[in-house]
């Protein structure tokens, strides 16, 4: 009996600008873990009808988020890269774990709550079933890890939810037609189809925060333009940002524990830990004492350094349409003989009939 192969997926959005809060919460780990690991990177086009059914330019945002994969390193040469309504068979997953998950786990999640708002009746069901279609995306590739912000870690819970019921529902059957693979529950070795996924969240920039509100993360929606830096900003833009960046008056701690009670002294020493690929304590260490004054210009030139670059390669590979289309089409491709093979085991272990 074999163990699951280890396996990255993660998937973002085509809505809106990428901001640095997917930047570094995000894809610079999908860039940092193809070394050594298959992975597949998702635009998740079919996701985003939650939040907007109709789009003017759905599918130049499915492209820009598949250039800004490439430009910031993303191989699809080595790596599986498409967009998930390419592959039919997330959604035939999605309505098989509709059928798995209960209602009272999705009315649980935060972020339901959070985009429902106050009128839950006239939300869609769509975003009610969100959950359901994530953890579709992840197992329908038998994903082990999967990299993504703090923001996504209750639905990530849920996927193993999800992937624990199915086991246990079908184990006979799993068993019966041998397809179980061997995993560790604890102390116990069990049989299941599913594994259950490990997120990858963590390090300085796991939650970056608005730039105006240190309560709040970091997010597309927050309709001030100010409280993020978007993948796309030119150098004057980023640096405008920064300096009017809400802060308090007071020095930058010497201890990690001295930002505490500080949010927007920690968002940004967490920014500049994540844009040098350094601890929040090795940030200190170099600026204990020092005012934003002269924190924010080092760090505005630190962003720029790191995100100029990112943002001119993205404009050079948007240019090349044919390029992106073909990325995506020949990562759908691949992902669909994939995604395939996972269904027809699922439909064999429920008993759906098929060819
Ligand atoms: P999305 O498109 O909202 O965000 C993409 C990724 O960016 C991370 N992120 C952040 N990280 C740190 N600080 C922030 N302020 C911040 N804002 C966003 C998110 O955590 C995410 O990793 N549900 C997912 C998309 C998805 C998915 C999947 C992810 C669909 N299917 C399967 C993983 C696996 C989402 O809404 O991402």
Not at 47 to 57: K, P, R
Not at 58 to 77: H, K, N, S, V, Y
Not at 161 to 170: G, Y
Not at 211 to 218: A, I
Request: net charge negative; aromatic share 6%; with cysteine.
């Amino acid at each position: 009996m074999s163990s699951f192969k280890p396996l990255v997926f993660s998937g973002v959005q085509p809505t809106g600008n990428l901001h640095l809060g997917n930047y570094l919460g995000a894809i610079k780990k999908f860039v940092a873990l193809q070394d050594g690991n298959d992975c597949m990177y998702c635009v998740v086009d079919l996701h985003s009808l939650t939040a907007q059914l109709v789009h003017d330019d759905l599918e130049d945002q499915t492209r820009q988020i598949t250039a800004a994969f490439l430009a910031a390193g993303i191989d699809p040469e080595k790596h599986v890269v498409f967009n998930q309504s390419r592959v039919m068979q997330h959604a035939e997953l999605a309505w098989i774990f509709n059928c798995v998950a209960r209602i009272g786990w999705m009315n649980r999640m935060t972020q339901f709550k959070d985009k429902a708002g106050k009128d839950r009746e006239n939300a869609s069901l769509g975003l009610l079933a969100y959950p359901s279609l994530m953890a579709a995306d992840i197992l329908v590739y038998r994903a082990t890890h999967v990299p993504v912000g703090e923001d996504q870690k209750q639905h990530l819970e849920l996927t193993r939810d999800i992937a624990q019921k199915f086991n246990n529902d079908f184990s006979e059957r799993i068993a019966a037609r041998g397809l179980g693979v061997e995993m560790k529950m604890g102390d116990e070795t069990v049989q299941g189809y599913f594994p259950i996924t490990e997120p990858v969240i963590g390090g300085p920039a796991a939650r970056i925060m608005s730039l105006r509100d240190g309560s709040k993360k970091m997010s597309k929606s927050d309709p001030s333009d100010l409280s993020r830096i978007n993948l796309t900003d030119d150098a004057d833009a980023i640096s405008k940002k920064i300096r009017k960046a809400k802060t308090d008056p007071d020095a930058l701690p010497s201890e990690v524990d001295g930002l505490a009670g500080r949010p927007e002294a920690e968002n940004l020493v967490g920014i500049y830990a994540g844009l040098a690929d350094m601890s929040k304590q090795d940030v200190l260490n170099e600026f204990a004492g020092v005012q934003f004054s002269v924190f924010k210009p080092a760090l505005a030139d630190l962003a720029v350094e790191k995100l100029a670059p990112v943002a001119a390669e993205m404009r050079r590979i948007s240019a090349d349409r044919a390029y992106v289309d073909a990325v995506l089409r020949n990562g759908g491709e691949r992902a669909r003989a994939l995604a395939e093979a996972t269904m027809h085991d699922v439909r064999s272990i429920i008993g759906l009939l098929q060819d």
